[in-house]
């Protein structure tokens, strides 16, 4: 009888790890882009950079609205038509309920990024000019001091 009983609980932990599985194996994709972003992010530097990351990030986050609203529906068909699903419909629920929550988290981290990034563009993009003009004067102020320095020195 102990080894019936062993075995039960062995195929109820090897079930249990392959629903583990499968549910990270739907998500996977999205984590892998969302490290490319994270690394792009790391390395941006110009208004253009920003911006780029901007529009992915806000891509990304329709992605994810697309996958909550397919968990809604999930979530309410499993609810409303439980009967269907028999003793399923409880597990059902649950892990939709789950990912749900998961896309919903992610879609709001991916707006705040994507806002973040907006927001830098728009500041980059204004301080480009002044920059660029500073630069302009630091090198006119180098080449006239040389000038001035070069045509001043055999004379006076």
Known sequence: MK???AGKGRLIAVAFMLGFLA???QTGGFEAHGVDLDRAAQHARTAADH???ARQYR???EKLQAKVEE?????SQYEEKSYIYGRRAQDLQSHTSALLHKYE???EETIQQASYHGRMAEKLAQDAPAQQRDERQEKARNSGSMNWNDSGSGKL
């Open 51 to 53: 911006d780029r990351l």
């Open 59 to 61: 891509s990304s986050a």
């Open 71 to 75: 968990q809604r529906q999930l979530l």
């Open 105 to 107: 988290r992610a879609m």
């Open 23 to 25: 549910s990270c194996a």
């Open 3 to 5: 080894t019936g009983t």
